[in-house]
């Protein structure tokens, strides 16, 4: 045995050895504080035979844990997630039943009960001493790294790993752009400052399309093609039903869409691995991803991630006590922002505490630990979400200190996995991006006293109820709850085939963007056939001083955008004339005249009011960070990647749109002599859209 093994070996007993000697400790406080746990016959020991019979229920405990826990989990893997999560503090409880009755002479003895609670002290104990031995232990984790990297190696039949660089892409959910920028001088993202400092990461904005969210920017990443994505929830008349973003069942008919319309399977088709997405991009591994969520049988390995992550148990006690903590954190917070009236501020009670949790710890911890795992195994593309900040943004602000403490635990997260990169069996580039922004803002309702829906009732004389349901937040964590607990991604009023009545309307949200369908006229109505039937509608939608403008079709112009006192401007003129648009950024003509194009646009799209001084929005969902609509930051995300990489767009010309990022990670996956996407134009060109125009599409994204 050579030297440098001797000592890893060495290093790794030396630390065993510590967390049982803790262990034991910890087992002997535990019997003399429960009365219904002890560790001596009924007649009596001595302090050594306690002492050993201490030793040896916690050695048992320790080797019983290593070696059936994870059989355990991977028996379980059927059980949601979360559900996982609750039975792992009686599962151990019975681990720890069952080494005590190993203890010779029945000297081990506690109460089902009572066994949870030592099991779950003990489990903590032993994980937060041996996390602090690492630490105080030079190398300690980077020899673990090697190790965990050699054993890839070894049940991969292979010997070193490929030469050619592979690929991580880190979405950070609804980090813009400028958020970005201010943590990093603010020392909160130090790993990000330190890659821009040092000059090995380039820093580039890039434009969402009108419907700035992650349905369709991601679908737009993974698949490159994001038509027909007017929203993050759209109704279709043809087939009468609603499509949510975040629904399995829908994120899998976009999916199919997606490749239908580009003709090829996705950015990671080769040796890819999808973690914690909305969509697979293609990968043949996936772990937590949503298109695949509502399948049924083996072909199913979207919870897979889960097993990998609690088959350690030391993982599974650390997340749920930082799970109970970040509960207890939420609570804190919000209690504080209620006490000093914060404005603006929304209702975070009920599940919320918990789904943020979920989202902040679960996720986050899972995620990471599946890109870790992809690394060590030397896939050649990985690309995985991390919706921490875009949840905690929605309810607390996209500038607010509760979402600052969540970028602080991204960036290290960041740095744990650039850590990764330097033992990995082949060098990895790391590129991190957003999907969009968030604006801050009131929401419409807490504005003027009623939400778009009792507006679009009002105007169109139907009654207006005095306590109209509160439209819930479309959040990708919502999403990866119900999918862990395997309940339908349905939210209140959002029936699958809606049941309202044929002459009402059916009004929908997406943060800033309204979209208003009558379901009972199977084509999109014009603006001459809405005035027929509600005289009062448009001009009242348009007048209101919460709405920026309306999208219509009208039978004399065309498209058209509507505003304030009268105005009515056609698509084809708003380059001259943009009246309403006028606030809302130079491209945004463009990107309304590409929704416009799509077959499923809604009869009426709304967008709210923006304050371009403030950078201020209304959201029409109980959110006080929005995204999907335009109007400031939300429109604004980031990438982030090595200089190695060409510059994704030439100097002077601007990134825009999701399909557009897609080209750029193309080719760059192809200069790193990654996964191939096949460059046969006639089959897998992404088609274009008709109103996508040529100044849109710089040199480089036509060579990709």
């Known amino acids: 045995m050579g030297e440098g093994r001797w000592r890893r070996f060495a290093g790794t007993w030396w630390r065993s050895i510590a967390v049982w000697a803790v262990s034991t400790v910890t087992m002997l406080v535990l019997a003399g504080i429960l009365p219904d746990f002890q560790l001596q016959s009924d007649n009596g020991d001595s302090a050594t035979r306690i002492a050993v019979t201490a030793a040896l229920g916690a050695g048992a405990f320790g080797i019983l844990s290593a070696l059936v826990w994870p059989l355990l989990v991977r028996a379980l893997l059927l059980v949601p997630a979360l559900v996982l999560g609750l039975v792992f503090f009686f599962l151990n409880g019975g681990l720890l039943l069952f080494a005590l009755a190993l203890v010779p002479d029945g000297r081990g003895e506690a109460n089902p009960e009572t066994a949870v609670v030592v099991a779950a002290v003990m489990s903590a104990v032993a994980s937060a001493t041996g996390g602090a031995l690492a630490v105080r232990d030079d190398d300690a984790y980077r020899r673990r790294l090697y190790r965990l990297a050699d054993r890839r190696r070894r049940r991969g039949s292979a010997g070193a790993g490929p030469s050619t660089p592979g690929t991580v892409f880190l979405q950070l959910d609804g980090v813009g752009h400028d958020v970005l920028r201010d943590a990093v001088d603010q020392g909160v993202m130090p790993t990000v400052g330190a890659w821009l ?66 003709g090829d399977g996705g950015l990671l088709t080769l040796d890819g691995a999808s973690r914690g997405n909305l969509f697979s991009g293609g990968a043949e591994q996936v772990a937590l991803v949503l298109s695949v969520a509502a399948r049924r049988g083996k072909e199913n390995r979207s ?117 990764v990169a330097e033992h990995a069996p082949r060098p990895y580039r790391i590129v991190v991006l957003s999907d969009h922004g968030q604006s801050p803002g009131e929401t419409f309702r807490a504005r003027y006293g009623l939400g778009l829906q009792d507006l679009v009732r009002a105007g169109c004389g139907l009654p207006v109820p005095r306590r109209a349901r509160r439209t819930h937040s479309g959040a990708e964590a919502r999403a990866a709850v119900r999918a862990a607990l395997r309940r339908p991604v349905e939210e209140g009023d959002e029936k699958h085939r ?192 008709a109103s996508f125009t040529a100044a849109t599409v710089t040199p480089q994204d036509n060579s990709a």
């Open 197 to 262: 400092g040092a000059g090995t990461h380039r820093l580039t904005p890039w434009r969402t399309d009108w419907s700035s969210q992650t349905g369709a920017s991601q679908l737009g990443i993974l698949h490159g093609s994001n038509y027909d994505v007017p929203a993050f929830r759209w109704y279709e008349k043809d087939t009468r039903e609603i499509q949510v973003s975040n629904r399995p069942t829908s994120a899998a008919e976009l999916q199919r869409r997606a490749i239908e319309h580009t």
């Open 303 to 419: 919870r897979a991630g889960y097993f990998a992550y609690f088959s350690d148990p030391a993982n599974a006690v650390r997340t749920a006590l930082s799970f109970v903590a970040e509960v207890g954190r939420e609570i804190g917070q919000s209690t504080r922002a209620r006490l000093t009236r914060q404005r603006p501020r929304v209702g975070r009670g009920g599940l919320y505490p918990f789904i943020r949790a979920f989202a902040t710890v679960v996720e986050r911890d899972v995620v990471v630990a599946a890109v870790i795992g992809d690394m060590l195994a030397g896939r050649s593309a990985v690309y995985a979400d991390l919706v921490a900040y875009d949840e905690v943004a929605h309810h607390s602000g996209p500038v607010s200190r509760d979402a600052e403490k969540v970028l602080a635990r991204l960036d290290r997260s960041l740095a744990l996995i650039a850590k």
């Open 498 to 689: 809606p049941a309202s009545r044929r002459s009402e309307p059916i009004v929908l949200a997406s943060g800033n963007l309204g979209l208003v369908s009558f379901p009972d006229v199977p084509h999109r109505m014009s603006k001459e056939e809405i005035d027929a039937r509600h005289p009062a509608l448009l001009t009242t939608l348009a007048n209101h001083p919460g709405i920026g403008f309306l999208l219509v079709r009208s039978e004399e112009h065309g498209a058209v955008v509507l505003g304030a006192r009268g105005a009515e401007i056609p698509l084809a003129d708003l380059d001259e004339r943009p009246g309403p648009l006028a606030d809302f950024g130079a491209h945004a003509a463009d990107a309304v005249r590409r929704t416009d194009s799509f077959p499923h646009t809604a009869d009426i799209m709304v967008n709210s009011w923006y304050d371009s001084a403030e950078g201020e929005v209304l959201a029409f969902e109980e959110q006080i960070g929005s995204h999907g609509g335009l109007g400031g930051a939300q429109g604004h995300p980031f990438l982030l990647a090595p200089e190695v990489f060409s510059p994704p767009v030439a100097k002077g010309t601007e990134l825009v749109g999701a399909q557009q990022v897609h080209h750029v990670l193309r080719r760059w996956l192809r200069e790193g002599s990654g996964p191939q996407v096949p460059l046969d134009k006639s089959r897998h060109e992404p088609a274009p859209d």
